[in-house]
Each structure stands twice: as C-alpha cells, then as structure tokens.
C-alpha cells in the first residue's frame, strides 16, 4: 500500500484531537469568554464548566474533586509535585531512576546540583526494571524521601508495578510521586485503591488539547505550597487565569478515553503485536528494547525496535520520514551528531551501532498503516545490505 497520507506513528509524544473534544472546546472560545474569577454572569458560567470538568476527572479516577489541580501540562504537573513537596516538607532526600522522563529528571538532578537535597537512583537491569530490593535499601537507610518513579515508560514501554511500590514508600513514611502521563487515558486509575501521593496526565497524551494537564494531590496524606504564585485559582494552589477550554477538552478526551478504552486497547494492542510478528518473520536480526515487546505486560502504546548495525542507522527517522512515516527515536550513546536517547543510554549492554526507533500507536491507525511501515523499514535495509 502507497499510502495517501502521511502515517503518523508517534503518539507517545503527542495525540490528534479527538473532534468530539474540539466540539466540546468550541462553546468556552466563543461564546462563553468570561474570566472564571469574575462574580459577574459571564464568569460565573466558564467558571461552572471549570468545576464540572474537576468533577469528571476526578469521578473517571474514583477521588474527589477537591484533589485535582489543573496545570499547564504534564512538565507543571511534576514540577509541582516534586519542588513543593520537597520546599513543603524540607525533605534532604530524593530517589529515582535514571529511565525517567526529563521533566522529572532534570527537576531532581537541578536540585541536587544546588544542593538542596541528596539524589539516589535506583538501580536498573538491562531490561529496565527497577531493582525493589534496592529501592528498599535506599528507603531504609534514607526513610523520609520523596520517591519519583514512573507508571509506564515512554520510550521502552515498561510498566511499574505502583502498588508494590507505594507500600514499601508508606512502609517507610516516603511521599511516593509517579509520571503517569503515558498511562493516563489509556489504563485505569483507581485512586482509592492505589497507594500514591501525586500522579499526573497531560491531556494532548490521549487526544485532548495541548498545553492543559492536571496533578492529583492525596489530600489525607500530603499538603503541599504551591508552585506557581501570582493569584488565588485553582483553590489557592496555581496562580494564572485558568486555561478553560483546555480543561474542558482534557476533561473530555479522558471521558472519552474511559468509556472506548477496552476497545481501543484492543485494537492498539492488536496493531503492536502485528507489527512484532511481522518484523520478526521479515528481519532474523531485529531485536526489541525492554519490555515493549512483551504485549501483555508493556505499555501497549510503545514499541521500541533495535535494528542491526548499519552505515544508515543515524539516517533512520530522516529516511524514515521522507517514506512518509513519523517515529521517533535516538541512539544508544550521546557522542557525535547523535542526540542520543537517555533511556537507551543508561540500560547496559545496547549497542551503540544499533539503530533504534519508537514507534508509538493510536486509535486512529490501522493495520495498513503498520504493513506498509514495516514494508518500508526492511526495504531500507535490504537496500543498505545490497550495497
């Protein structure tokens, strides 16, 4: 199949806008203006529609209202539950992991630098797992800290068991944060059930808006100063004039997540073990980064492929896109002109010679859009191997 279109394969970064959700958005862009902190009629209604957007999020995730904090996005969101946690507790001590996304990462690593607290990682196996047995060690010798880990990883596509680890953080009086922007939208949360502090989404992650997300704050457990001043919004816990139809559209998109999640499941899941199956058959050598090939037990949404050693693998998203195929991806090591994926760095024993490339599902592909990507990779490299 030539495709008419381009085939975007790149979801984990961003989403396209469900057109359910933009009907939704269209009504507070128009019509419905007002500042929702005007007493007058005009803000009262855009301030009516931020509330019942709190309301649904926090009904779709089984907490109340009241602990959910809109941001601008999931980067806010992390920042906030990190910084404020440690400025509000005046905690020394922070442990994460070196697989973890850069808005958590650098955050920690920026505030080790100064010198306000100490950071510990958590040791990791070649597969990207995080070493319980350790995360112990580090608790125990450190009991009050803040513990960042991640839910579903957005490059290798591993899954963090948050129960397992939210027990051992309350066993040791830790306040346990999780990244859940990948798995926001597309696994349930049910926030009386799990054992965390903060998780976050962001709602361009599962097709709503960008530049709106939220943080959910335990609210029997932690109490936190906020990270942006500037105005009394959001309950007194994020100044700035509320991004309202982007809440409405978050709001929305995860509404609609919930209630076509088994089916898309289904159906992404269906898309990533086709694409598995058939790189298999077409490229002995193919290999698969953590646990994204393990379908079952990955982040259905991501698929990280190693490919062999070739003069093409640093031109492999360049050819890749001019095939009209959008992917992402980086190289195992930061030397030269490769950018380099953090991630694919720190797990040991890849090799740097490899190519690598994510490629990422969505609701919206389909099965001809996977066969011709995997088309058009092995034709790559049988070309590579002609010469």
Known sequence: MTPTA?????????????????????PLMTEHFG???????????????????????????????AEIFFTSGGTEADNTAIRSTIETYRLTHAITSPLEHHAVLHTLQHLAQQGTIQLSLVDIDANGH???????DLLRTRPRSLVSLMHGNNEIGNMLNLSRVGELCRAYDAIFHSDTVQTMGHFRH????????????AGHKFHGPKGVGFLYTNAERVKIHPFVYGGAQERNMRGGTENVYGIVGLAKALEIAYRDMDAHQQHITGLKRRMIDQLRAKMPDVQFNGDSADVDNSLYTVLNVSLPASDMSDMLLFSLDIARISASGGSACSSGSSIGSHVLGALPGLDPDRGYVRFSFGKYNTTEEIDYAVDTLVGLYQKELVK
Do not use: C, W
């Not at 803000?43 to 957007?53: C, D, F, W």
């Open 35 to 65: 500042n929702p902190s005007s007493i007058h009629s005009h803000g009262r209604a855009v301030r009516t529609a931020i509330e019942k957007a709190r309301k649904t999020v926090a009904m779709l995730l089984n907490t109340s209202p």
């Open 6 to 26: 381009a085939i975007y394969l790149d979801n984990a970064a961003t989403t396209r806008l469900d057109p359910e959700v933009l009907e939704a958005m269209l």
């Open 130 to 136: 995080i070493d319980l047995a350790h995360l112990e």
């Open 190 to 201: 049910n926030l009386q059930q799990l054992p965390v502090d903060f998780i976050v989404g």
